[in-house]
Each structure stands twice: as C-alpha cells, then as structure tokens.
C-alpha cells in the first residue's frame, strides 16, 4: 500500500463521502475508487460500505483507520526531522563561471533557492576562462563549473548537464564597416581579424569557429588570439574587432555592439559540469535544483 493510497483512504474514512473525499485530495471519483478498490484487494477484505447515502466503514475499516492514522504521525514527523537536518545541514559550494557569459537570472535563482532551503550551504561564485574551469573542477577548488558546452568537449570524467541552449552570432563593433549591413554571412568576414581565445585557453572553440567558416564559405578566418574570454571580449567592445560568439555572452547587450544571429548547425548550450564520482551532498543538491528547472 502506497502513502498516497493510504491518504485516499484516510479521507474517505474521516469524510465518509468518496466525492467530497475526491473534491479534497484533487482527484476524480473513479480515481479515488479505483485506489479504494486496490488496497481491498491487496489486504484481501472489505474496508467500507458504499451507498447513495455515503460511506461506512466495516469493522476492518475502523481497526485500518486507527492504525493508518498512527503510521501518517510518524511519516509527517520523519519527514519534518528530514526537513529540519536539510536546513540545517551546512557546507560549502563553489561555483566556476566562465567570463562574460549572461547567467544572471540563473545565478539570482540558484542563491535564492539555497537561501530559502539550505540557509547555511556558503555559495561562492569565480569568474575564470575556459582552461582555468576545467583545471579547477580536475583539481578541486572548484566544485562546479558553468560554461559553454564548447568548454568541455574532449573532457574525460564528467557529469555534465545542459542548462539552456546558446544562439550563435557574429559580434561587430558599431563603428565597424559591417555593422552597416542588416545581414551578413560568413563570406563577409574575408580578411577581418576576429579576436578569440587562443588553443591553449579552449582549443575545442577555435577548431568549431575554424570549421563553420570553412564549411559555410571556404575559408579559415583570421584571428586575433588572445589569452582569456574578458580579453577577447574587450577588444569586441572597445571597437577594435569582430568576433564569432552567442547571444548569451555580456557583450550582446552592449550599446557599443551590433550582434548578427546565425544557425551554426551545432546544438552548443550552457552547460553545469562536475566531476564524476563527486558525491558530495552540494553538488547533490545543485544538479537536483537544475532537474526541477526542467
């Protein structure tokens, strides 16, 4: 017998009307009977009475409702000590970010959910560049990480979930002569430096900007490499380049910016990342949090 069959049950008996019964717990009447119907199958013995003047319950009926009642008190007070050791349960997580990727509203709900259920779990959050999140997850000073999905391919050992997918866009300083275009392709871009992270910061992201110019226009683009995502990102602001990005990075909404969406053809996204094996009862708590997101 299920707790939620066991409740059924209980509400017919303290009601002793299935449709006012019905009416309390949020289901239908042949719902109810049928749950009513499986639990006096399963003990093999009439519990109640049926009639157009309600229900009565049979001397088994009475014995089961006394007892059910007694075992609904210790399931309400277990649940409440599980509540009570949740928040009160206390430790530390701390949460990579890549630099310049949009995440607030998803930031604001994870600290306002563990405030609410988890008051004393310490959330930090360290912005960083792509190589410098995959080390720390690796090394343990991070316990997660969330970046483009891009951040983590050819990565061994771990858990990754997906948070939401990224528009991919052409990213070009207002005072540039493209930003004069209502559209461009890739053939465009032709001899235009585009700044981004170097092969030894994310080697995966400059392979996938490599291959989607050349299979759309023939071609490898020129690039102006810098160290870390802020540095690439500056030089997009500051008037200096172009760049191959999303819509989910800081700089899209950047007055001094003119963003061109395209179809890249790849499913890229954000993504949380942890090590796999790390059963630690925060990252628990994380990847539970992103699963009711969905």
């Known amino acids: 017998m299920t707790i939620t069959q066991m409740q059924a049950f209980l509400e017919v008996a303290r009601c002793k009307n299935i449709s006012e019964a019905a009416k309390r717990l949020y289901i239908t009447q042949p719902a109810l009977g049928r749950q009513l119907t499986a639990i ?15 229900v009565r319950l049979t001397p088994a009926g009475i014995a089961l409702q006394e007892e059910l009642e007694k075992a609904m008190e210790h399931v309400k007070s277990g649940i409440s000590k599980a509540e009570q050791a949740s928040y009160g349960y206390s430790g530390n997580l701390t949460i990579g970010l890549l630099d310049e990727l949009d995440i607030m509203d998803e930031l604001v709900d994870v600290i306002s959910y563990f405030e609410l259920k988890f008051p004393n779990i310490n959330i930090k959050f360290k912005r960083n560049s792509f190589k410098a999140l995959v080390d720390g997850i690796y090394d343990g000073s991070l316990d997660a990480v969330i970046s483009l999905s891009v951040n983590f ?39 235009v430096p585009l700044a981004i992270v170097d092969r030894d910061d994310c080697s995966e992201g400059v392979k996938f900007v490599e291959q989607i110019f050349y299979e759309n ?78």
């Open 40 to 54: 006096e199958r399963e003990l093999n013995m009439q519990l109640m009475i049926r009639s157009n003047r309600g």
């Open 153 to 191: 391919l050819g990565c061994k050992d771990l858990n990754l979930r997906n948070i939401r997918r990224c528009q991919e866009a052409f990213a070009v300083p207002i005072g540039h002569p493209l930003a004069k275009k209502e559209a461009l392709s890739f053939g465009d871009f032709r001899g």
């Open 217 to 294: 226009a023939g071609f490898f683009p020129d690039f102006y490499f810098t160290t870390t995502m802020k540095d690439a990102m500056f030089w997009v602001e500051s008037g200096k380049k172009c760049a191959v990005i999303n819509m989910d990075m800081t700089v899209a909404k950047s007055k001094h910016v003119k963003m061109y969406p395209f179809d890249g053809g790849d499913d890229f996204s954000i993504q949380l990342a942890s090590k796999a094996g790390n059963e630690s009862y925060e990252i628990h708590l994380l990847n539970e949090y992103f699963t009711m997101q969905k």
